[in-house]
């Protein structure tokens, strides 16, 4: 097997540059690409395009590439969390593509897949589809999206093999495995890096093949936005 | 004139059975803790969950199983976990029968608008525009006025759209209206809230046609 | 949750009637609704239009349906390997739309997944591509490809449990997966049917979701089209 | 004159450490047996399976794993199974390095025709026609001429074309040909076979640069 074990963050995130555009998985707070955020802030570079559904929140996530102003844009669905975020786009400092979260998930999917656009009648009629070409099918209306084009993608999962298999865990998966596809170098971080053959090849959710650099990541904090329980009775 | 959780109570008499339906957050949230007896209904949550359950026993939340909400939640058995691609293809593939979801404002040609106030609040829309452009049957949980008293039930929406001519059903504080015709026509009024009440906070066409039953709770 | 479960193929297969569209499942013999084949035998159903990436052989998988001319189309990618089709359709009795495999697997997840057209590469500049809309994207040229549209798929897996949901086994995952999410009624066969609870949530290939009648299947064949092996050492 | 298994074993040369790789049915499936020492690579099959190992031990085959020319085979450790859609993702994004196949015919221009003879023979494409539009390198794996002694080698394609444009390398039982500016470059031949006797199963206009080595296997 291709072996693609890197040691570290620092190592895996070898080739970053100023100016470049990322994709970063996770859904709000869960299934983020930690290690990789941490090491982004550690190299300081700016001007970035990040991709990722949410923004992070202030203190956490994106929110501290945001509050050190590394990125330039954000690419994204849902940005409601993040104060900061909200206060460097309404002064303009940020700029943001805010699109619809099926079509930025499609999106993510359709650069690995190959697929320069697609049509979808998310955000027909509606600002997103300003400037987009639109088309009738079968009486319904539909909007052309493209494929993005992203130079490194950040990925988390729970356990990796050596050969770049994936598996995710609940709701961490979320964006992780298309942008895993996308990304032309995909940079893998997991809570368990195993020995190739400890997963099963019918159960891997990221096939090796899209994944260019993993590291076993490490201090996870893991951090719960809505801590929503029930009391034993 | 209803509680939150009466309106979720309402809305939930909408469900039927074997429907797999997304519920937004706020109000919508709600509407799962009313399904009505011998009715199995699933819930789909877009962040990549279906048969989404309580939420968890306090100690055995997980910071890896969230709703759309972002709030911790379970899995019940026989449910599943995907990621955004696959869970957005059971919404824009019409897979999921009901969605319900909160609007800043809705208009009688059935357009909403809930994900922006220009220059002022921008969220972004998350998941609403995929949903309210796939869903068959889309029902709006919303209050009938705004903080100062001004209609959110309108002629035409004011703010930046989520959907065009998408939803169907409103299920307010004061009242259930359907969008037909371009019109709102009353179905119900809140227990002790008069026709009149709910025209005078209806900036839309409102169609009364006939006696307006009160709902039964 | 939602029960999906019929007591066999005949109850299954209510609703099917001549002239419908079909999906099926199975890349050569492997991973075919055997037991949906044997009930559209049973049942006499004609001028159907059957979606497969293959056509069977002669006497196994869809050459049944096609010896007894109950298949007026097929939409396949390879059908090498079936005498009586090619016959039928060098003679004219069939119509053939021979597609791309990848095009294939692709419209039929767009069918499923609410994406009524797309762009791909595959087929551009031959006879594939003729009366289609052509389109460059960076540079390369590009064929729209639309979404089918079919009542019925049937489908095969491994495992299912009561709600629908399914796990393959090994490479007769092929189609299948596509194919359950497309079909206005997915009907589902398993090797075994078990109840709610028993797959693991983060190990569902196909959520329940997309199916709506699942049975147990029985008498698997399983025939093997090129039994290729090693003797021991 | 090679062997198809001395086509497969040249061929073998050209791979390169790394790389995800799909062969295709008849001489490409034999390229597998040739890989050369110190390199890693990964065989792709089109029907969902990535890692395929030799065929299995008499007793162990499986009618649940088979490659995509429907030969029983086996999973290496590390390898993955995946539906079609997934397959067809990994070969149009350009994540599957090379891909080998057989051709009825090869144009000058870097076209090829390998899936039907009109009237005739009508089997399919399968996955060639995604395969030769995606891949970055494809090598052709095919007799220099067919039964009846005409090149396959040619100015323009006769029969329906599988894909435009797209072919970069081909090695027969003759000579290895690099296609570019529109000609097919001699870069090898075939032990004991000299560029005459290529030159004369060659329709396609040859160009001949040099001293032209023989084939080392």
Known sequence: MINKVVKNAKEALEGVENGMTFMLGGFGLCGIPENSISELVHLGVTDLTCISNNAGVDDFGLGLLLQKRQIKKMISSYVGENDEFER??????????????????????????????FYTPAG???????????????????????????????????????????????????????????????????????????LDPNQIHTPGIFVQRIFQGKDYEKRIEQRTVQTKE | ?????????????????????????????????????GIEVEFQSENGLLGMGPFPIEGSEDADLINAGKQTVTVLEGGSLFDSAMSFAMIRGQHVQLTVLGAMEVAQNGDIANWKIPNRMVKGMGGAMDLVASAENIIVAMMHTNKRGESKILKTCSLPLTGVGCVKKVVTNLAVLEIKNGAFYLLERAPGVSVEEIQNVTEGTLIVDGEIPEMQL
Do not use: H
């Open chain 1, 124 to 198: 027909y009629g509606t600002e997103v589809a300003e400037g987009k070409e639109t088309r009738e099918f079968n009486g319904k209306m539909y909007v052309l999206e493209r494929a993005f084009d992203a130079q490194f993608a950040f990925v988390k999962a729970w356990k990796g093999d050596t050969a770049g298999n994936l598996i995710f865990k609940g709701t961490a998966r979320n964006f992780n495995p298309m942008m895993a596809m996308a990304g032309k170098i995909t940079v893998v971080e997991v809570e368990e890096l195993v020995t190739v053959g400890e």
């Open chain 2, 1 to 37: 004139m209803l509680s939150k959780q009466q309106i979720a109570q309402r809305i939930a008499q909408e469900l039927q059975d074997r429907w797999y339906v997304n519920l937004g957050i706020g109000i919508p949230t709600l509407v799962a803790n009313y399904i009505p007896e």
């Open chain 1, 88 to 117: 460097q786009m309404l002064s303009g400092e940020l700029e943001v593509d805010l699109i619809p979260q099926g079509t930025l998930a499609e999106r993510c999917r359709a650069s690995g897949a190959g697929i320069p656009a």
